[in-house]
Structure formats: C-alpha cells, structure tokens
C-alpha cells in the first residue's frame, strides 16, 4: 500500500485491525482494536482518503498514491500539513562531514573547532549539527566528524553547495588567517557524505561515541568526553 496514503489512512481510522494467532481454533483470527494514534482528519482531507479508498480494487498502489498526492494538491493540502496531520517531522537529508587537516606540526583542537563554527554557522545551510575532534589510533591524527542536518527550505542548493565541493573551499577560506590551521585544509582532507536515511544518521551519529566505535577506529584518547551538539533555528 502507498507510503503517504497508507499512514494518513491509518491515522484517520478510530480502529485498527489486528491479526492473532487462536489456540482453540488453530487459526490466524483479525480483531478490532483502538487506535491510539487515531486523530480526525480535516473535512476535505475525509474525501480525499475517501476517494483513494474507492479505487484500492482497480488501481495499483503507485498510481493510487500518485491520485492521492495529487487531490491533496488540489485542493491546497500540502506536504508540510499532511506531515502535521500525521503527527510526524519530515524527513530531511543530512551530511556526514570528515575534516583531517595536513597539520604542520601538532594539532591544534580550538583552531579545528574555530574553524567548523565559522563554516557552520556562515549561512543557513544547516538546521543543527552534533560534531566530535579526535586525535586518531596514534594519537597524532587532530581531526573531526561531523553530522549535520541540511535545512530542509534550501536542502537543493545546500547539496548543489557540497557536490560541487565548495565547502571546501569556503573551510580554506576560513582557515587563511587563523595561525593555528591556516595552510592545513585541502580537498584531500575533507571528505562528504548524504544521509538520505534514518539508519544512515543514527549510524554516523553513534560512530561519534567512542564506546560505539568498531575495532580499527578507535582513537588512543579521548579529547572530548562526548559531541557536541549545536542548533541555530527552528525552521517553520
């Protein structure tokens, strides 16, 4: 059953059905059950549902919510309030960043972490970020992780921004100045990945935590007991 429509008709249905197994008669039995996350849908909203539930017998689940999304559309319900509706938060991409200056000589953890501030907070390209500086399985190797959720009202040219490389070069350019990092940040040492997954996030945001870490990625100590986590708006 289609993604959208699916979870909206669950959420309009006082009543769900559930399957369980029956001892007595050796057979699967189907109950009714209260839906706790049961909430009215608007009037229009009703119709809607209504209409795509009429077509389940002779339509395919593709062209069902394509119907769907396209009534809502119609009748000026958007994504953003089917997400209120259901209750839920949108999904948005997020980028796992890696930052490993070519230090020139010892490195230098607030200049690192001076240097990630001024990227991150330059624009309003991401919505929050938890990050962590770690010196590597040596010892010797000053670098940072970084999970940063993109903001969902520019997440196109935020992610135009990064595939065309130009977080690196706007990372040079705040390193230039800066004594304890400038010279140190090359295209080789900055790698970008996209997080179009909520396993994917959860992954990158647990490999932050040292304990969570798998063999062979482990760092010889730790500078920071735990990431840090850093939000600047809310986006409406």
């Known amino acids: 059953m289609p993604f959208m429509f699916e979870k909206c008709l669950i959420r309009a249905s006082p009543h769900i059905e559930k399957k369980i197994w029956n001892e007595d008669d050796q057979r699967i039995k189907v109950i009714q059950e209260r839906n706790g996350n049961y909430a009215p849908p608007p009037g229009v909203l009703v119709r809607i549902i209504k209409v795509a539930l009429d077509s389940l017998d002779i339509a395919s689940g593709a062209r069902i919510e394509a119907q769907f999304l396209k009534s809502c559309k119609e009748w000026n319900i958007t994504e953003d309030d089917l997400y209120e509706y259901l209750g839920e938060e949108k999904f948005v991409p997020h980028v796992f960043l890696n930052i490993s200056p070519n230090w020139k000589g ?131």
């Not at 940063?148 to 135009?160: D, F, H, L």
């Not at 130009?166 to 990372?171: A, K, M, T």
């Open 106 to 236: 010892h490195g230098d953890v607030l200049a690192l972490d001076r240097l990630i501030d001024a990227y991150m907070r330059e624009s309003n390209r991401f919505e929050k970020w938890t990050y962590i500086i770690e010196n590597g399985s040596d010892g010797d190797m000053i670098h940072a992780h970084i999970v940063a959720k993109i903001n969902a009202k520019y997440e196109k040219s935020v992610i135009t921004h990064l595939n065309k490389g130009n977080h690196v070069q706007q990372l040079k350019k705040y390193a230039k100045g800066d004594k304890g990092i400038e010279g140190c940040v090359s295209g080789q040492g900055v790698q970008r990945t996209i997080l179009r997954n909520p396993e994917l996030i959860k992954d990158k945001l647990d490999y932050l935590i040292e304990t969570l870490k798998p063999e062979g990625h482990k760092n010889k100590s730790i500078i920071w007991e735990s990431p840090k986590t850093v939000s600047i708006f809310t986006v409406k």
